[in-house]
């Protein structure tokens, strides 16, 4: 229920969510809500000052046609001085207050928990520091966490409105918002800029997790990560199976699906299509299979999952005649069984 | 000498029966669309004007109407992008930017200086072809795959979108040279035609008003101009100005855009603020307070008004030393606003006020517009602004000054003007009753929307989260009650030019030039030259109860 003093405004920080204003989940929500209602209350004062001597005066010197003014005063130097001063002391108090607030929010404190956002047409991607991408956001609770946000298309905006933080995602530059949030639970998170046909549909959750269960979020969140060998095996042999015997694995789908899904996810689609045409590196189509010409002269006849492997890991060993070898190489960031289903991916493309 | 050439005024407006005034002199349409004389030039305007508000106004109507449930209702989710862009597109570049210079400003502008005419009248005429050609662009749009970028045609989404991106910014351009035209118009017929014995300190608030945005539409247009045209290079030759992928940069287009359109939004409201002084002076009786007051923040608000473009950019990755400047400047703007508006108040004080159809949009006006300009306070805050930046609480704010202040201004002006433009008197109830719709109406659309935009919902969205669809049916039914006011002022007003009691010269005791002029006026506006002196003089202005008129009876100042 909302009490009288949340319709105020008035409350230790981590407030309710009020009529005007969602909940506050991080720190510097505070500081922005007591901005806004100090300008809230102001705006109150003047709205009601202003509405009512507006009624009163049409309705008190309403007079009957061809009636004469009771006063013709065009003047009143105490009057005019003291509605300039005033309302200028408000605005500069609020200039302030606003400066100050938003230097608080542009500037992250150090060592931050850097998560890499991007935004491209129509999906959040978020990087995290071991390599894992996911397209929810995963935040420990208590921790200073930035997001360093870019674009791979058009304008986004990253906008968390239970943070009170939000800034434009460019393509070709970073930008980047912080917050320490401080409430676990589930909250929205909007694209702000227009962006084309399923800009609203470009939405995603950012889950606050208790920062002592945040790592052990991070190390399952991969399903595929997170089988034992045994239970790989089991997954290799039957992923069907497997999926339907373990619920629990959440997001896990069959090899080449995930494969898809990593495809997507791990940005290789900016240089590499699923035709057999040449982006920047060569088209997906038929590559699994085919014979190879490298920049040494040597060839391959058929390019089998080690060559593939190698190319993912180690992406300068060799390098396919007419290309320019700026592949990155994924190490680290993509592990053995990764690849494996990557390499499945690839399979069904002929 | 004075008294010599001293006339009662009131004799020159009432022109024996049958004489001939600018609508009657001459036929056909040939008589329309090469007249030279303003006020049929603003007649004109007032058509064309209102037809794109009509249109405009049916794709608003269509987006509230998407937006009663989230996921689809009505049409898809490009089709719904297409409606937002084309009733932002065409309100601004062809309704409220010409609306009230082009339309009211001709009408009154000359007659308020007692001229014959504004100071070149060819170029009049050549500004409204510019408009209908600058239309046909439009039109042609809508025909040709329509139009998805939001009226302020962000790059790289326009440079990537599929729609008619150069046909419409084509249009703008062309439009933006009418809007010029008329501009320079304006600034020379001020400069040259006024009257002697109308120094710059005795002319009425609104010709200031039209002065101080013809400064603007000669100065910040151009920009709009080029902005435009680097866009269509961009795009038709692959120039990389704008978009990363080609070495450009997609922030810059934002600064070229807001140089222009946020002086853009001052072309909107200060015209509006101008009718606004003279419905409270006029309705009150009473002279207004604090003219010159008045007067310089007109022209110190369009000065500002070059200086706050920024403030759109406040979470475009722009440096925190250029948000903390534009913070500033933008809150240095309110202060000339808020004067104003007590300004008026002190005006309605102790005066003798009458409550017909303009006065109350008047005083709508003064309600809206206080809360439009409070609203601005928070998003000129840097921090606060962060939260609601992109939101409806946005949309809301922008509406409230356009719509709820400038469209407000427009119709009161238009109701305060129409016995002058045609002769003849609206219904009065009819009226009242229109009024009444539409400003409830337009509360309950757009407050609702300051709710659901500080709790997050983003602006532009065709879907969204099941918390905010009270807010957005609340919002849509008020949209519906404003359609029908608009409806049942379309009607009325259409019936007033077959059935309307006839106008006399001064229905309402103004005392400024126009009311001295026969309605409708002659075509050359006044049979002598009339006399001039203090327009907010209502001293000798008699109301005759059993003609419902008022009519002057008062030597007036040096004759002209």
Redesign the interface.
């Known amino acids: 229920m909302m009490r009288f003093t949340d319709m105020l405004g008035v409350f230790a920080q981590g407030g309710p969510k009020t009529l005007w204003l969602p909940e506050q989940a991080s720190e510097g929500a505070y500081n922005v809500d007591n901005a806004f209602y100090f300008v809230y209350w102001v705006s109150v004062f003047f709205f009601i000052l202003i509405t009512v001597l507006l009624v009163w005066f049409a309705i008190k010197y309403r007079k009957p046609k061809g009636s004469q003014p009771e006063s013709t005063v065009t003047h009143n130097t105490t009057l005019e001085v003291s509605w300039s001063v005033i309302p200028t002391i408000l605005v500069v108090i609020m200039f302030l207050w606003g400066f100050s607030g938003f230097m608080d929010l542009a500037n992250p404190p150090e060592n931050c928990y850097t998560i890499q956002t991007t935004g491209q047409k129509w999906k959040w991607l978020f990087t995290y520091p071991n390599g894992h991408v996911d397209t929810e956001l995963h935040v420990p609770a208590d921790t200073d966490v930035k997001l360093l946000i870019t674009s791979e298309d058009v304008l986004h905006s990253v906008f968390i409105p239970a943070f009170r933080v939000k800034n434009d995602a460019v393509p070709g530059r970073f930008t980047h918002v912080w917050f320490n949030a401080i409430k676990p639970g589930t909250y929205d998170f909007f694209c702000t800029e227009y962006c084309g046909t399923d800009h609203s549909r470009m939405i995603t959750k950012c889950v606050v997790h208790p920062k002592d269960e945040f790592e052990t979020w991070l190390e399952n969140a991969d399903p595929i990560k997170r089988m034992t060998d045994e239970q790989f095996a089991e997954y290799e042999k039957d992923p069907v199976e497997f999926i339907k015997k373990n619920p629990d694995f959440k997001g896990l789908l069959p090899p080449a699906a995930m494969g898809g899904a990593l495809y997507d996810k791990f940005g290789c689609k900016s240089c590499h299509l699923l035709t057999d045409e040449k982006l920047i590196g060569p088209g997906f189509k038929g590559v699994y299979g085919g014979a190879r010409k490298f920049t040494d002269g040597s060839t391959l006849d058929k390019a089998d999952e080690n060559y593939l492997r190698e190319s993912i890991l180690v992406p300068q060993a060799k390098i396919v005649e007419g290309y320019d070898g700026s592949m990155p190489s994924f190490q680290g960031r993509l592990t053995d069984r990764h690849i494996y289903c990557i390499i499945e991916f690839l399979k069904g493309l002929k | 000498m004075a008294d010599a050439t001293m006339t009662n005024p009131s004799a020159a407006s009432t022109p024996p029966a049958g004489e001939m005034n600018y609508l009657t002199c001459a036929r056909g349409w040939k008589s329309w669309f090469l007249t030279l004389d303003h006020k049929r030039i603003g007649i004109m305007y007032l058509i064309a004007t209102m037809s794109s508000f009509g249109l405009a106004g049916l794709f608003a109507l269509l987006v509230r109407t998407e937006l009663l449930t989230p996921k689809d209702t009505i049409v898809d989710?490009?089709m719904y992008?297409q409606f937002f862009t084309l009733h932002g597109a065409i309100m601004v570049f062809l309704f409220i930017i010409p609306s009230i210079p082009a339309a009211l400003g001709n009408f009154v502008l000359p007659i308020m200086l007692g001229a014959k005419d504004v100071a070149f009248p060819k170029l009049n005429l050549f500004s409204f072809y510019l408009w209908m050609f600058g239309g046909i662009f439009a039109v042609v749009t809508l025909a040709t795959g329509g139009l998805?970028?939001?009226w302020t045609f962000?790059t790289?989404?326009s440079i990537?979108?599929q729609t008619a991106v150069i046909a419409m910014t084509t249009g703008a351009f062309i439009l933006g040279f009418s809007s010029i035209f008329t501009g320079l118009n304006f600034i020379v017929t001020i400069h040259k035609l006024r009257p002697p014995g109308m120094t710059w300190f005795k002319m009425p608030l609104f010709l200031w008003a039209i002065y101080a945005t013809a400064i603007l539409q000669v100065i910040a247009t151009p920009v709009l101009g080029i902005t435009l045209l680097l866009l269509i290079a961009e795009r038709a030759l692959g120039v990389g100005i704008f978009a990363?992928?080609m070495g450009g940069?997609?922030?810059m287009f934002q600064h070229f855009f807001w140089f222009y359109s946020h002086p853009a939004v001052y072309i909107m409201i200060l015209p509006a603020l101008g009718i606004v002084s003279e419905l409270i002076a006029c309705y009150?009786?009473?002279?207004?307070?604090?003219?010159r007051?008045i007067a310089w923040s007109s022209i110190a608000i369009a000065l500002f008004s070059f200086i706050v473009w920024g403030h759109h950019m406040?979470?475009?990755?722009q440096s925190?030393l250029v948000?903390?400047v534009f913070?500033?400047l933008t809150?240095?703007v309110?202060?000339p606003s808020?004067?104003k508006?007590?300004n008026w108040?002190?005006t309605?004080?102790?005066?003798?006020?009458?409550?017909q159809t303009p006065m109350l949009y008047g005083?709508g006006f003064?309600?809206l517009f206080?809360?439009g300009g409070?609203?601005g306070?928070?998003l000129?805050?840097?921090?606060?602004?962060?939260?609601l930046?992109?939101?409806y609480f946005v949309v809301a704010h922008f509406h409230y000054v356009m719509m709820g202040s400038t469209v407000i201004a427009m119709v009161g002006g238009m109701h305060h003007w129409w016995p002058k433009m045609f002769g003849k008197m609206y219904n009065e109830t009819a009226a009242r009753i229109a009024f009444v719709l539409v400003f409830i109406g337009f509360n309950v659309t757009f407050f609702t929307q300051f709710?659901i935009g500080?709790?997050?919902m983003?602006?532009?969205?065709?879907?969204?989260?099941p918390q905010f669809q009270l807010g957005h049916q609340i919002s849509t039914m008020g949209s519906y009650v404003m359609g029908l006011g608009f409806l049942l002022m379309l009607g009325y007003l259409l019936h007033s030019l077959v059935r309307g009691k006839k106008a006399p010269a001064n229905p309402w005791?103004g005392s400024t030039l126009e009311w001295v002029a026969s309605s409708p006026p002659s075509h050359h506006n006044f049979d002598e030259a009339p006399q001039v002196d203090d327009p907010y003089d209502?001293?000798g202005i008699?109301?005759k109860?059993d003609t419902?008129e008022?009519v002057f009876n008062r030597p007036r100042a040096a004759k002209a």
């Open positions: 989710a490009d992008n998805d970028t939001g962000y790289p989404y990537e979108t990363a992928s940069d997609p922030v009150s009786h009473k002279p207004i307070f604090g003219y007051f406040f979470t475009s990755g925190e948000n903390m913070s500033a809150f240095s309110s202060i808020a004067i508006v007590f108040l002190a309605m004080y102790k005066g003798a006020i009458t409550l005083l003064i309600f206080t809360i409070l609203t306070l928070p000129a805050m840097l921090s606060v602004d962060v939260h930046h992109d939101t709710i500080s709790q997050g983003p602006r532009r969205y065709y879907d969204y989260e005791g209502f001293t008699d109301y109860p419902d008022y």
